[in-house]
């Protein structure tokens, strides 16, 4: 299969882990890179990469899981819009079960509120057109990788004259939340593998802001285990140069500038907030989107009364310093015990790409393993993954 077998060969794999190894002998001290997108966290413990790292090298996992980092209080205002009478409210699957102050929006759709889930905004606005008698809200979130389909979208409502439709926007943008990390969460990290999916949109020309102010190298990575060991080998190699650039790994799909029409879209429907709130990092200047004045009739936030109030996480629920990079899951006191996917107390363990979803799926803690002992690394479970297969 193109673009997925040739990028998972333990061959290759033992070969980009030799050269890591040598690098880092090179380097001759220790390392700390984070992968900010959740999908390349969920394919390092997949795979065992993690354990196939020099003991130098540390992966910190970063904030770029677009679920994990919406805070309790916009989950209440979606309850609330879920609620209103008559409302139908389209949501992607992975915030039905996040965690709010009145519970999640699958709590809100046992109490009676019509929640829907669907795989496309395009998708609600289709329900708007099906029933042009009730009002339909769609669930906006996400990174720059899923703001241009909702822009898209709202262009379509607008050519139609769709009048009972709209988008409770929380898009939020990747370069400020990297900025944040590097000035004020006073964590040390040597490099960054930048999400491949944003990318895509923006290109890696936004990623100079950081390099120059702050002198970090980011590579733009892919998602496939080789994608991501050969960043992590271009990462070192900058630092064993003694450079610091913007460099595109996954340049199969990334181009320098982006994709011109998604970003034309998300320019002429979205303008940025001044402030926007991120759960774990607090609120952040300059780092979300809200919906034009011009495209206010498909606004959620203007056309309801929202409660609008902040809410605190779960004090036993360490969500927000995981989202900072300052702690491992497993270093949570109630991960596995009092928090577990079925059992959620933070938006970490819910979202398909949260880090804590991905310790315990594949065994850090989870159901298939013990707890994690309190090291560097966990484990790996023993499971079909290229760690195995290299051990073969």
């Not at 394919?43 to 003991?55: D, M, R, V």
């Not at 209440?76 to 409302?87: K, N, S, T, V, Y």
């Not at 460099?247 to 500038?257: A, D, F, G, I």
């Not at 990092?281 to 959620?300: H, N, V, Y």
């Amino acid at each position: 299969m193109k673009f997925v077998t040739e990028f998972r060969d333990p061959a290759s794999v033992a070969g980009w882990v030799r050269e890591i190894a040598h690098l880092a002998q090179r380097l001759d001290r220790p390392v700390a890179l984070m992968e900010v997108c959740g999908g390349q966290t969920h394919t390092i413990f997949k795979h065992g990469l993690e354990a196939l790292l020099p003991e130098t090298v540390e992966l910190i996992h970063g904030p770029g899981c677009p679920v994990c980092i919406m805070p309790r209080g916009r989950i209440d205002d979606a309850i609330a819009l879920a609620e209103q009478p008559g409302m139908i409210f389209a949501t992607f699957g992975d915030a039905l079960r996040v965690p709010g102050a009145r519970g999640s929006l699958m709590q809100a759709k046992a109490r009676g509120a019509d929640v829907r889930v669907v795989y496309s905004p395009l998708d609600a606005l289709t329900l708007a057109q099906t029933h042009p008698d009730r009002p339909v809200v769609f669930f906006g979130l996400g990174f720059e990788t899923t703001a241009p389909a909702v822009a898209m979208t709202i262009l379509a409502a607008a050519r139609a004259q769709q009048a009972n439709f709209s988008v409770f926007c929380n898009h939020v943008l990747v370069v400020p939340a990297l900025e944040f990390l590097l000035q004020a969460s006073g964590l040390r990290l040597d490099g960054f593998i930048g999400p491949g999916h944003v990318s895509a949109v923006i290109g890696t020309d936004p990623y100079q802001a950081v390099v120059d102010r702050y002198q970090k190298p980011v590579v733009v990575g892919g998602f496939e285990p080789i994608d991501l060991l050969q960043s992590i080998w271009m990462l070192l190699l900058q630092l064993v140069e003694g450079r610091c650039a913007v460099e595109n790994q996954y340049h199969r799909l990334v181009k320098p500038e982006g994709n011109s029409p998604a970003l034309a879209a998300m320019a002429q429907v979205f303008t940025v907030r001044e402030q926007f709130e991120w759960r774990g990092l607090g609120s952040l200047p300059r780092s979300g989107l809200a919906i034009a004045p011009a495209f206010a009739a498909f606004d959620a936030e203007q056309r309801y009364c929202l409660p609008s109030q902040a809410s605190e996480d779960s004090p036993v629920c360490q969500c927000g310093l995981i989202l900072q990079g300052k702690l491992k899951p497993w270093e949570c006191s109630a991960f596995g015990r009092g928090c577990t996917p079925d059992h959620p107390l933070g938006a970490c363990m819910v979202s398909s790409e949260g880090a804590c979803a991905a310790y315990y799926k594949y065994g850090h803690g989870g159901p298939r393993s013990p707890m994690a002992a309190p090291r560097r690394f966990a484990e790996t479970p023993a499971r079909p993954s290229l760690r195995s297969e290299l051990a073969r």
